[in-house]
């Protein structure tokens, strides 16, 4: 069942370029090496490239590759998932799937789903894909819990395959699970895998698989892939080789005449563009970067206190002040503007966009019992609202985006201490709930149930202390449960759209957490040698180089025509 859309009226946005999310929260924070160059950046393609061939900085050693494409491992390299193929392909901008291995599913009932397996498609090595080689792969998972990276066994109760079917009985109701497990299975060959003695450590070093690519030469400082001229829709392939290079610096990805990179890019138009080398880029959003307010402390569960806070922000500065005006400001909806148009609930002013209204937010903080005193918001007793705000140490935007949300709600009162603690103290600080306010990354996921079970659900909530995997910030509320409860076994696309729309409410009018802007997804491309990258005229994919998305925009280049 392909998610469906709905005709909402149009909303008017700004139009200045979106801005990146932190992929995953692991981007490294980009360095400002282009930014402090003093001389004019020229792109120089190696002239040893073929016009066939794409230079991609999507891979990355640490500093030199492992020869793993496994595709159930954490650390494969990243070429494998051009190489092994879901059943579909969901695009998380956009929500949109895309029949892949199966050309479809049904729901007949909440706890079923019905894949229909693709005809006609080969294994690299020639043999034919068939249903029990997802079959097969779902009972590997199975077997093998580690390698079960997305969970897939804690909604499958059984399956059974077909001749060209392969049914899923879950363990529970649960509609949005179809989706995921469909999306994220990469589906590997039983005449391969069968005879692997231990496939949680085995590193597939000669991949068999479905997809556009296949391995070419491969050495710890560079691989390459080359097209899989019997792959099922090779027509729609135009690049005959990728070179994926260990190290892809600032510098390189400006300088090297890279054909596709995700990265952020200090001065985008001086330092890409203007490079040369057809280069143009696209940021459309992937996230909402927000605030995290934990909702066990006091006052910061005083939904006044949330509101006050909220509405003292300038978003539009805060995104400024933390990627070079990329940015644009998120609404306090949890959807993504523009690509989710269709799922705004219209009800709700500015689509969501909260503007800074000083006198308002200190009505707000009234209703709590805080008024201004001597520059200074304090209580009844005079004790002055004081938080901690805390980032990680080295996410150098966010710190900037902070910097600027303190310097704000101090002008209204509030004594705001930030911290940044490594990385991993940051993300224990998170799940654990031992912050008063954290900056992080919501929604996404291109599936909007998900996106918002996984904000507003009080199935994650931990005790403080206790790692919590979402809900950092531990709202709960009985009629929101509810709520997703029945989004969860909801079939009928009408049901869903209106729980949409009451749970964006929720977001809305009761701030469990404070959106600032949109983070952004950092497609850099050049139309030199390929034409046809996705942009804001044409958003069929995301622009990421990495899971499965990336096929979208693999089958959909064309080659510039020399002629």
Known sequence: MMQPTRSRPRSPLRSRPLARIRAALALAVAASTLAACSIQIQSAPDPSIPDDTMLVAADNGSPLFEKNFNPFMINKRVAAFYMYEPLIVLDNLNAQEHPWLATGYTQPDPSTILFDIRQGVTWSDGEDFTAEDVGFTFQLLKDNPSLDLQGIWSY??????????????????????????????????????????????WRNPDPVGTGPYTLGNFAPQQYTVDKNQDYWQADTVAAEHLILPATNTQLDVATKGYDWAYSFISDVEGAWVGAGNQNTYWFPPGGTIALFPNLTKAPYNDVNVRLGLSTALDRAAVGDAAAEGYMDPAGQTNILLPNQEDVLNPDIPDSGLISQNTAKALDYFAAAGYTQQGGKLVDAS??????????????????????????????????????????????????????????????GTGNTFRDFNNLLSSEWVKPVGEEASNNFERFSDPAVDKLLAEFKVALDPAVQADLADHLQEVVYDQIPSISLYYGGSWGLFSDAKFTGWPSADDPYASPKTYESTPLLVLTSLKKVNDD
């Open 382 to 443: 005079g004790a002055q609202l004081s938080l901690t705000i805390t980032t990680a140490a080295g996410y150098n935007d966010w710190l900037k985006g902070v910097q600027e949300v303190q310097k704000q709600w101090g002008a209204v009162g509030v004594d705001v201490k930030v911290e940044s603690p490594q990385p991993a103290a940051y993300t224990l600080a998170l799940r654990n709930g031992e912050y008063d306010f954290a900056m992080g990354a919501t929604g």
């Open 156 to 201: 499958i109760d059984t399956f059974e395959t077909g001749d060209d079917t392969v049914t899923v009985h879950l363990s529970a109701p649960d509609v949005p699970a179809a989706q995921l497990i469909a999306s994220t299975t990469l589906i590997v060959p039983e005449h391969i895998w069968a005879d692997v003695e231990d496939p949680t450590t």
